[in-house]
T-cell receptor, first 114, second 111 residues
Framework: DTGVSQDPRHKITKRGQNVTFRCDPI?????LYWYRQTLGQGPEFLTYFQNEAQLEKSRLLSDRFSAERPKGSFSTLEIQRTEQGDSAMYLC????????????FGPGTRLTVL | QKEVEQNSGPLSVPEGAIASLNCTYS??????FFWYRQYSGKSPELIMSIYSNGDKEDGRFTAQLNKASQYVSLLIRDSQPSDSATYLCAVNNQAGTALIFGKGTTLSVSS
């Protein structure tokens, strides 16, 4: 399977704990995106990488959120001091630079903060 | 605030009918437009992309774009129960990076 993969698929944590999610994009894709989706809403953009450079961040990405993409391959999204409002599906997508930005999504990580 | 608007539905059609889904967007600078299908509990799946005015057909799906009216639509011909899902309209931001999504339209196809 050469699609986007995400790990873990589900994460339950207590308020105040730190969590980290991983995304492996489609192998030849140089762009990688993180989105967040809550029930009844469309995905909301969080941040975007082109190769290893983080080029854009949404104002939704508070100081508690950090994302990395070392060596331009996989990416991690860390949430520090989780809050109940962080409960959502975290989606990763990837695209080719020259593809009119057709983005392909991974299965997502569902986060529940108790 | 750049926005993408969709009727939330539900849109109910009988099996074999044509389902018509509509979307409007506010950013005149947008150049790329997408339709995603999302089954309950799953992630969005890209089903159509369109970049120029007019129609684009792919199997039972036809996407229509009118940039002057800032309007995108998706037609599903010969609707099947397996088409029952939420359909998300997405528009590129002017930089061509982030996608801006509507809230989605829920389609229910009855057999």
């Amino acid at each position: 399977d050469t699609g986007v993969s995400q790990d873990p698929r589900h994460k339950i944590t207590k308020r105040g704990q730190n969590v980290t999610f991983r995304c492996d994009p489609i192998s030849e894709h140089n762009r990688l995106y993180w989105y967040r989706q809550t029930l009844g809403q469309g995905p909301e953009f969080l941040t975007y990488f082109q190769n290893e450079a983080q080029l854009e961040k949404s104002r939704l990405l508070s100081d508690r959120f950090s994302a990395e993409r070392p060596k331009g391959s996989f990416s991690t999204l860390e949430i520090q001091r989780t809050e109940q409002g962080d409960s959502a599906m975290y989606l990763c997508a990837s695209s080719l630079l020259a593809s009119f930005n057709e983005q392909f999504f991974g299965p997502g990580t569902r986060l529940t903060v108790l | 605030q750049k926005e993408v608007e969709q009727n939330s539905g539900p849109l109910s059609v009988p099996e074999g009918a044509i389902a018509s889904l509509n979307c409007t967007y506010s950013d005149r600078g947008s150049q790329s437009f997408f339709w995603y299908r999302q089954y309950s509990g799953k992630s969005p799946e890209l089903i159509m992309s369109i970049y120029s005015n007019g129609d684009k057909e792919d199997g039972r799906f036809t996407a229509q774009l009118n940039k002057a009216s800032q309007y995108v639509s998706l037609l599903i011909r010969d609707s099947q129960p397996s088409d029952s899902a939420t359909y998300l309209c997405a528009v590129n931001n002017q930089a061509g990076t982030a996608l801006i999504f509507g809230k989605g339209t829920t389609l229910s196809v009855s057999s």
